[in-house]
C-alpha cells in the first residue's frame, strides 16, 4: 500500500506563505474529490482543516486553502503564524486499496 | 460536544489479541462512518480500517486484513477494533475518528485522545 507522497520538511519566514504539495496517482487523488488535509501538533491528536479537496470545517482558519490538479492536491497556509508549525498530512480514499491512504508528512518549521 | 474515547489498549505479546473500544457521544453516531488510524512512534499516520454508519461497507488496510476486525454498535454508540497474532510492527497509539459523512471519504472531523498498543515479549 503506497502513501501519498509529501515534501518531508518545509521552513518559512513568518508572515510568508507556504504551499504544501501531494501526489498521488489516478486511483485516488486523480479520480476523487475526496482530499483532506490534517495538522498534528506533537502529541496530540491530528486536526482537520480541509476537506474534499478544499471545503474549511467551521471554526478553521480562512489562512488554510486546498486544491487539486490532476493527481496532485495542494494545501496553502498564507500569513504563516508561530502556531502553524506543525506537521501536516494529506489523505484521499483510493481505489486501487479500496480503502484510505494518507500522505507522508511534511513538518512545517516557522523560523 | 462531540467526544471519542479509546480504551482497551496495553502491552501484549507477539501473537496475542487486544479489542479496542471507542465510545462516541454527542452526535448520531449512526450516521457516520467510522475509522481507526495508527501512528507507530515517531511515524506518520497510517489508515488502518473504516465501517460505514450502518456498518455495511467494511474497509481494510492490506497489512492488518485478515488479522484485524472492525464493528461498530450503533445501540450503544461504540466503534471496536479486534486485533489478532499481533506482531511487533502493529506498535502504534491507535485513533478512533469520525467521519463527516455515513461512507469512506476521510473527511474525519474528530479524533480520539489515542491509546497505545505496545507489542512486546
Known amino acids: 500500500q503506497s502513501a501519498l507522497t509529501q515534501p518531508a520538511s518545509l521552513s518559512v519566514s513568518p508572515g510568508q506563505s507556504i504551499t504544501i504539495s501531494c501526489t498521488g496517482t489516478s486511483s485516488d487523488i486523480g479520480a476523487f474529490d475526496y482530499v483532506s488535509w490534517f495538522q498534528q501538533h506533537p502529541g496530540t491528536a491530528p486536526k482537520l482543516i480541509i476537506y474534499?479537496?478544499?471545503r474549511r470545517p467551521s471554526g478553521v482558519s480562512y489562512r488554510f486553502s486546498g486544491s487539486k490538479s490532476g493527481n496532485t492536491a495542494s494545501l496553502t497556509i498564507s500569513g504563516l503564524q508561530a502556531e502553524d508549525e506543525a506537521d501536516y498530512y494529506c489523505s484521499s480514499y483510493s481505489s486501487s486499496v479500496l480503502g484510505g491512504v494518507f500522505g507522508t508528512g511534511t513538518k512545517v518549521t516557522v523560523l | 460536544e462531540v467526544q471519542l474515547v479509546e480504551s482497551g489498549g496495553g502491552l501484549v505479546q507477539p501473537g496475542g489479541s487486544l479489542r479496542l473500544s471507542c465510545a462516541a457521544s454527542a452526535f448520531t453516531f449512526s450516521t457516520c462512518a467510522m475509522t481507526w488510524v495508527r501512528q507507530a512512534p515517531g511515524k506518520g499516520l497510517e489508515w488502518v480500517s473504516t465501517?460505514?454508519?450502518?456498518?455495511?461497507?467494511?474497509y481494510y488496510s492490506g497489512s492488518v486484513k485478515g488479522r484485524f476486525t472492525i464493528s461498530r454498535d450503533n445501540s450503544k454508540n461504540t466503534l471496536y477494533l479486534q486485533m489478532n497474532s499481533l506482531r511487533a510492527e502493529d506498535t502504534a497509539i491507535y485513533y478512533c475518528?469520525?467521519?463527516?459523512?455515513?461512507?469512506?471519504?476521510?473527511?474525519?472531523?474528530?479524533w480520539g485522545q489515542g491509546i497505545l498498543v505496545t507489542v512486546s515479549s
Open positions: 475518528a469520525k467521519d463527516r459523512y455515513s461512507y469512506i471519504t476521510l473527511g474525519l472531523d474528530y
Open positions: 474534499d479537496v478544499s
Open positions: 465501517i460505514s454508519g450502518s456498518g455495511g461497507e467494511i
